[in-house]
């Protein structure tokens, strides 16, 4: 596995993209974070968020703290302006559904570097604040690289808020930061196995829950995780 680096040309372009992004977003809306204390700093660990929107993914990724890495559609590079944003950041394609031999080896390198990684569990933009059930990605992520997960509750960030933010409303966007979850190593095998990564998959979406409105635990409905 070769170690991971960031390429200097991608440095360079962060270094103005996540402020010049986090000043738009303070400029359209009112942003508010909390439970910066739950991240492990200066550990590796993957950031899991609900996706509703094309503005989670910025959101967390100018107001994060530390400066993660991303996993993204790779479909979402083929629209011109998000496409040109997601390579300027260097965010990784990922292509839905489809087990990645070489996507997994570069995210375990990531995390083995000691660099936070951010996704979606869903997979794609749900396009309401009812989550969706996650794909079992997240799953085979926990299996191999064993380090905790970080659940994020996004609130506010509806695909109208464009246009809600061009009447001049300032809409609320809220990042809530969950405690890292744990998993202990897996030891199924086969179906089990299998089984045992969407449970995963499924349990960390419970937590993210946990951190919503009720009108944003959509499957979930039930299931949710308060924060203890």
Do not use: C
Not at 42 to 50: D, E, L, R, S, T
Not at 57 to 80: C, H, M, S
Not at 188 to 200: D, E, T, V
Not at 207 to 212: H, M, T, W
Request: no cysteine; aromatic share 8%; net charge positive.
């Amino acid at each position: 596995m070769k170690p991971y680096h960031v390429p200097f040309h991608i440095q360079i372009n962060r270094s103005f993209l996540r402020p010049a992004i986090r000043t738009l977003f303070h400029i359209l809306g009112r942003v508010k974070v909390s439970g910066r204390e739950n991240i492990p700093f200066g550990k590796p660990y993957v950031i899991a968020m609900n996706h509703i929107s094309i503005f989670d993914p910025p959101l967390v990724i100018t107001f994060w703290p530390e400066q993660p890495e991303v996993i993204g559609a790779a479909d979402v590079f083929e629209k011109k302006g998000q496409g040109a944003l997601l390579s300027m950041y260097g965010v990784i394609p990922v292509h839905r559904g489809d087990y990645d031999r070489i996507l997994l080896e570069k995210v375990l390198a990531i995390l083995k570097a000691g660099r936070p990684l951010a996704i979606a569990p869903e997979g794609g933009r749900s396009h309401e604040p009812a989550m969706r059930r996650a794909m079992p990605g997240i799953g085979y992520i926990v299996e191999h690289a064993q380090v905790p997960v970080v659940p994020v509750g996004l609130v506010g960030t509806t695909d109208d808020f464009w246009q809600r933010a061009k009447r001049g409303e300032k809409p609320n966007l809220e990042m809530r930061i969950g405690k890292p979850i744990h998993f202990p190593a897996m030891i199924q095998k086969g179906a089990q196995r299998r089984k045992a990564r969407q449970h995963n998959a499924d349990l960390v979406m419970r937590y993210i829950a946990g951190l919503l409105p009720e009108d944003y635990h959509g499957v979930y409905a039930g299931q949710a995780i308060s924060p203890a």
